[in-house]
C-alpha cells in the first residue's frame, strides 16, 4: 500500500483572477512549489469567517480535516488581498483602505481563532 501524501500546508487564498499569478509566485519563491493543497474562495479569510459567507464556513473546514488527514499538513497558509470584491461586500457603502484593512484583520484573527479551537 501507497504511503499518504505529505504535504507542508494548505493555502487559503481568494478567487480574484488578478491574484492567481502574484499567489503562484510568492509561493514559489517560498519553495512551496508542489508542497501544498489549495482552497481558493471568494474573500480568502473573509469567506471562511464572516457572517455574510456563513454557508460557507462549513465547506472550508471540512476541506481543511480532510487536508490534514489526507496529505498530514499542520500549517495553514492564509493570503488575503487588497481592493478585494469580498470585503467590499461585507459593507453597505464602499470602503477607504483603512476599513477594507480592518476587515482583514478581523478576519485573520477570527480564523486564528477557529484554527486554535478546532485543530489545536
Partial sequence: ???????????????????????HNYLKKKNFSGKYSAFTIAGAAIGVTHQKFKKWHSVFLDNL???????KINKLIVINHIDCGAAKMTKKKLLNNNEEIAIHKQSFKKLNSIMKKKFP
Avoid at 499518504?4 to 491574484?19: G, T
Fill in 1 to 23: 500500500m501507497k504511503k499518504p501524501y505529505r504535504y507542508e500546508a494548505m493555502v487559503l487564498s481568494c478567487i480574484d483572477p488578478r491574484f492567481q499569478k502574484p499567489v
Fill in 65 to 71: 480535516s480532510t487536508s490534514i488527514k489526507l496529505h
